[in-house]
């Protein structure tokens, strides 16, 4: 006689079973994957070990340097990122981690901005400019340094982690019911926002440690106010220089909406100064006239990239080409060795098929600084529209090699191989691209033809469909049609 399980005389599924045994799992799986945090002292859900976060920060920074908001590299002044890093250092020293080893940079980027992940800690250009004490850079840095050390961005990790296999859990479990899509819906939702960015709360807690470790290396914690103060100034001046405003959207209020508000922060820094007692004095504990000393010739530069480069690369994003020229060519005027100059003059002028010129000015930028990234994709997209397809991927494979995430790179890359017959390796790179920029006219119909060429039917039909959802109107688009009615055919038959 078999034996029935029932729950309220409802008699219990096999799947069902199985997704009270999954939630046993779980909490099981919780408790055994937990671990002390340095700074609280509570125990946390964590899936890394410390050399597993280590090695997952050394491959996320290039992506971080190159393609974050406003990315550009880094910013090239050994002398003043000496400077800065000492003090990085000192405030390393003062974490809760101190045997993690710190790598800093100026990353060079007009968005006043300031990051850290496991194994590297950056300001931006923008933020630099915008401070002005030693003081106030000690405590944004000691702030970044806080998220490393209370783990947070492992533990958002982990936590995106633990809940994309709950739901895939769940998944199984609901099997067909009507409340399954709903359910993953939200819960990819969740997943996708809590690994954006950090909480409101984590902020509070980095807030904290940064005017700790600011005291601890001998920075009058009164500065942590003054840095808040300067970051809204200098986050103003930006929007108002790219012709935005914080009500816009984008990288701002995505910020501002897990960073509690300015006034917040400041009455929450109040009361932690209040308690927080200072080690010996470095200096006079705020440092003003050494810093913009220091960060002079930057705040200098800086200004030719918000007059300028920025708005050049405005202007050719919305296509005004001769706008992007003119306002490039006054910054090479003002200052020639700046490779990120040399290199936009080179785009502006690939946009007018201009290729031989084109080429002048990114090889000028590759002798300025050799590891400039966007120069070998310049030189990548000028070889390819040659026709050299070889030399055009040996130079977007640096740029690869540089930006490992660097999209427009797999793009070109991907057409390479297309034009060579080569439709194997073309998918690995267009199928990459397709899923970051999904709408791009032509390479889901690019797409579906590799496919069809490597007898990968289904996918293509995919493609082929996703083509005429995207841009049913262009050549790409009726040639998809037609690929289509075949396919349909075929599979009909």
Not at 21 to 34: D, E, G, P, Q, Y
Not at 131 to 156: K, P
Request: aromatic share 10%; net charge positive; glycine share 8%.
């Amino acid at each position: 006689m078999g034996i029935e399980v029932r729950l309220k005389n409802r008699p219990l599924s096999l799947i069902r079973i199985l997704f009270i045994c999954l939630t046993i799992f779980t909490l099981a799986f919780t408790l055994t994957n937990c671990a002390t945090n340095p700074v609280t002292g509570r125990t946390q859900l964590m899936l890394f070990s410390e050399e597993e976060e280590l090695r997952m920060g050394k491959e996320w920074y290039p992506s971080i340097m190159w393609g974050g908001e406003g990315g550009g590299g880094e910013y090239r002044d050994e002398k003043l990122r000496s400077y800065l890093n000492d003090i990085v250092q000192a405030l390393q020293g003062a974490s809760h981690r101190p045997h993690i080893k710190v790598e800093f940079a100026i990353q060079n980027s007009s968005v006043p901005n300031a990051w850290a992940i496991p194994g590297y800690v950056s300001m931006t250009r923008g933020l630099l400019a915008g401070l002005e004490s030693e003081a106030e850079f000690a405590y944004v840095m000691g702030h970044e340094i806080g998220h490393v050390a209370v783990r947070h961005s492992a533990s958002q990790l982990s936590k995106g982690i633990f809940m994309s296999f709950i739901l895939q859990g769940a998944s199984l479990a609901m099997g067909s019911s009507p409340y399954s899509d709903a359910a993953l819906a939200l819960g990819s939702i969740g997943g996708n926002l809590l690994m954006l960015k950090y909480s409101r709360d984590d902020e509070l807690v980095a807030d904290r440690l940064g005017v700790e470790y600011m005291a601890k290396v001998g920075y009058l914690p009164k500065n942590a106010i003054n840095a808040h103060k300067n970051l809204e100034r200098a986050s103003q001046e930006y929007l108002k220089a790219v012709g935005k405003n914080s009500e816009e959207g984008g990288f701002f209020t995505d910020l501002l909406s897990t960073h509690p508000r300015t006034s917040v922060r400041i009455d929450e820094l109040e009361k932690i100064i209040r308690d927080t007692s200072v080690n010996a004095i470095r200096g006079d504990g705020t440092n003003r006239l050494a810093f913009l000393n220091a960060t002079a010739e930057l705040r200098k530069t800086h200004r030719l990239y918000v007059d300028y480069y920025d708005k050049a690369v405005k202007n050719l994003k919305e296509n005004k080409i001769d706008e992007a020229k003119h306002l490039i060519l006054e910054a090479i005027k003002e200052k020639k060795d700046e490779a990120p100059f040399q290199a936009l003059y080179g785009f502006i002028l690939v946009r007018k098929d201009n290729l031989n010129e084109a080429e002048v000015y990114f090889n000028n930028a590759l002798k300025l600084h050799a590891q400039y990234q966007p120069a070998y994709r310049g030189l990548g997209i000028i070889y390819y529209k040659k026709n050299d397809n070889q030399k055009s991927i040996a130079y977007l494979k640096k740029a690869i090699q540089l930006f490992p995430d660097d999209m427009p790179s797999f793009y070109f890359m991907g057409m390479n191989y297309y034009k060579m017959n080569m439709h194997h390796e073309a998918i690995k790179y267009l199928k990459s691209f397709s899923e970051v920029y999904p709408k791009h006219p032509t390479v889901h119909g690019t797409l579906g033809t590799c496919y069809e060429k490597t007898n990968n039917l289904k996918a293509a039909y995919e493609e082929y469909t996703m083509q005429i959802k995207v841009a049913p109107d262009n050549e790409m688009g009726r040639y998809a049609r037609t690929r289509l009615n075949i396919l349909r055919n075929y599979f009909i038959k």
